[in-house]
Nanobody
Framework: QVQLVESGGGLMQPGGSLRISCTAS????????MGWYRQAPGKQRELVAT???????NYADFVEGRFTLSRDNAKNTVSLQMNSLKPEDTAVYYC???????????????WGQGTQVTVSS
């Protein structure tokens, strides 16, 4: 089994910064894509950013250059640096990873339990 553990969420005023991280552990032969989704109450879960093992990143339009996603393949860790935070960034942020346990295994997506990010005055 694979576990994703998130950290770094919290409360920040508008315009402030937060850094959230996610570490994958367990039966991991390889991990192709890792990233972050978020979900606010009453809204659908939406993509924030993803990064491949080669370092290629993809960001949602609402990021508007404010966030930076990085990856440490050796540690199976991704970090999302969030700057210029807005109240609308308030949500539970979920880590996601596409993982396979061996070359004979199929790729499977795993989710973290989520970390709360609240942006408010």
């Amino acid at each position: 089994q694979v576990q994703l553990v998130e950290s770094g969420g919290g409360l920040m005023q508008p315009g402030g910064s937060l850094r959230i991280s996610c570490t994958a552990s367990g039966s991991i032969f390889s991990s192709n894509v890792m990233g972050w989704y978020r979900q606010a109450p009453g809204k659908q879960r939406e993509l924030v950013a993803t990064i491949t093992s080669s370092g290629s990143t993809n960001y949602a339009d609402f990021v508007e250059g404010r966030f930076t996603l990085s990856r440490d393949n050796a540690k199976n860790t991704v970090s999302l640096q969030m700057n210029s935070l807005k109240p609308e960034d308030t949500a539970v942020y979920y880590c996601n990873a596409l993982v396979r346990a061996s070359m004979m295994s199929s790729w499977r997506a795993y989710w973290g339990q989520g970390t709360q990010v609240t942006v408010s005055s």
